[in-house]
């Protein structure tokens, strides 16, 4: 029984697993579990969190995080029942204006099978949320993020209120935004623009996508999406690894995939630990070898 009042309305669960809700299966239990409707349930949500000095996360899908074997001493908010979504047409242009839970490839599939709109077909088989999406600014076969986004609207937890930018200052780049910056900052909303196109040419280029992600990547095994970031143009990180030999070594239950070694992957048993030390261990490989310091594109969430 929680006896912290983070909204009437508001489910919560107590010592939740984290493993139940990460793509890796990794992680120990939450003190607090917080699953908000609405906005109103999430801004009381966190400000009680801050009143009571409670630190706290905002996941979406928890696609590219990694949560530590001791869990999270805190609430961790996951914003996957916000996921509304309006269509709106104006100048020949369809925009839409969809909540931070909704998930990508749900949105994708759904704003190009059903609407006929293009623009979002690089977007399908993307496992993460559209939050998370503009977070980092998501991309894969020569699209992402910044190719459709208008505006996204945030909380500002330092002034308690909602704000709306455009695209042009959130700082999109290569899998970045603004908001990595600004830690205060929680994204609600953004509204994409997408153009009317041949549903059959649409659909065919989602199913290219997803077939040439089955093939390639380790999807049958739990994992976090590109363990990390490609360091410059035209340098592929899982080419770096396979040629350093580094393609199927293991740690633990932690693995560089051996169908995509730019994936780490959990073998089964894998802790945080585990992935962690695989990830240190091949950064000093890449570096000696290669002289290319890599930053991973997963994100641990330590346990306090």
């Known amino acids: 029984m929680c006896n912290i009042d983070f909204g009437k309305d508001i489910q919560i669960k107590i010592d939740e ?3 139940r809700h990460s793509s890796f299966r990794i992680g120990g239990n939450a003190k607090y579990a917080l699953f908000p409707k609405s906005r109103e349930e999430l801004f009381f949500a966190v400000n009680t969190c801050i009143q009571k000095d409670i630190r706290y996360k905002i996941v979406g899908n ?3 995080l990694l949560f530590d074997d001791r869990g999270f001493d805190g609430a961790v908010i996951f914003t996957e029942k916000m996921s509304s979504t309006e269509y709106i047409h104006r100048d020949g242009a369809t925009y839409i204006k969809v909540e931070c839970g909704k998930m990508l490839t749900e949105l994708s599939g759904e ?3 059903k609407h006929s709109l293009t623009g979002l077909e690089f977007a399908y088989g993307i ?3 559209v939050g998370g999406a503009v977070y980092m600014n998501a991309g894969a076969y020569g699209g992402q993020m910044s190719d ?3 505006e996204t609207e945030y909380f500002d937890t330092s002034d308690d209120k909602a704000h709306v930018i455009g695209a042009e200052v959130q700082k999109l780049s290569y899998r970045h935004s603004v908001f990595q910056e600004h830690p205060e900052y929680i994204i609600l909303s953004t509204t994409l623009k997408l153009q009317g196109g041949n549903a059959e040419e649409i659909f065919a280029l989602m199913n ?3 077939s040439s992600r089955k093939e390639k990547q380790p999807l049958e095994l739990p994992n976090a999406g590109s363990t990390f970031k490609r360091p410059a143009d035209n340098i592929f990180v899982g080419k770096l690894i396979e040629e350093a030999g580094l393609k199927g070594y293991s740690i633990g239950g932690a693995q ?3 169908k995509h070694a730019g994936f780490t992957v959990n073998r089964g048993g894998a802790t945080s630990k585990d992935v962690l030390e695989l990830i240190k261990y091949v950064k000093s490989v890449i570096l000696e070898k290669n002289g290319v310091s890599l930053e991973t594109e997963i994100i641990y969430v330590p346990y306090n």
Do not use: D, F, T
Request: proline share 10%; no cysteine; charged share 15%.
């Open 256 to 258: 560089i995939s051996e």
């Open 62 to 64: 928890a696609s590219n």
């Open 17 to 19: 697993p984290l493993s």
């Open 111 to 113: 704003a190009g099978k």
């Open 148 to 150: 459709v986004i208008v």
């Open 127 to 129: 496992p993460g949320s």
């Open 208 to 210: 290219k996508n997803m």
